[in-house]
C-alpha cells in the first residue's frame, strides 16, 4: 500500500465526532499544512513519531516555516526501531546491512 499522509483521517473523523474527549490523531503525518487541517477539524492533539525520528527537530522547523514537510521515507524498518533503545530512522545509521538499504530503496521507490 502505498504511503498517503493522514491515511486514517476519515476513519478517525468518525471517533471524533462520537467521542466528546480530547484525542490524539495517529497516522502518517509529516507536513505542518496536513497537521493544520487535522487539528482544524478537532483534534486537540497529533503523534509523529516516524517524522520526529527521522528528524527530531521537525516541530522546530515547522514554527519556522510555514510548508514545512518532513523528509521521512516511511520504511517499516523504523516502526520497529521506535520502540528500542536506539530509536533511529535507517538514514542515521551508517553501519546498516547492504541488503537492508537495498530493500528500503527498493520499497520507496514502490511509494
Not at 477539524?41 to 503523534?47: K, N, Q, W
Not at 521515507?73 to 530512522?89: G, K, P, T, V, W
Request: proline residues 5%; charged residues 35%.
Amino acid at each position: 500500500e502505498p504511503f498517503r499522509e493522514a491515511y486514517f483521517l476519515d476513519d478517525a473523523l468518525r471517533f471524533r465526532e462520537a467521542l466528546k474527549l480530547p484525542l490524539v490523531y495517529v497516522g502518517g503525518l509529516v507536513s505542518r499544512t496536513k497537521i493544520d487541517e487535522v487539528l482544524g477539524r478537532g483534534f486537540e492533539f497529533v503523534a509523529m513519531a516516524r517524522a520526529l525520528i527521522r528528524e527530531p527537530d521537525f516541530v522546530n522547523r515547522m514554527a519556522r516555516e510555514e510548508n514545512a514537510r518532513n523528509t521521512c521515507e516511511h520504511a517499516n524498518y523504523c516502526i520497529a526501531r521506535m520502540y528500542s533503545r536506539e530509536m533511529a530512522c535507517h538514514k542515521h545509521i551508517p553501519d546498516l546491512p547492504k541488503k537492508l538499504l537495498k530493500e528500503l530503496e527498493s520499497a520507496s521507490k514502490k511509494n
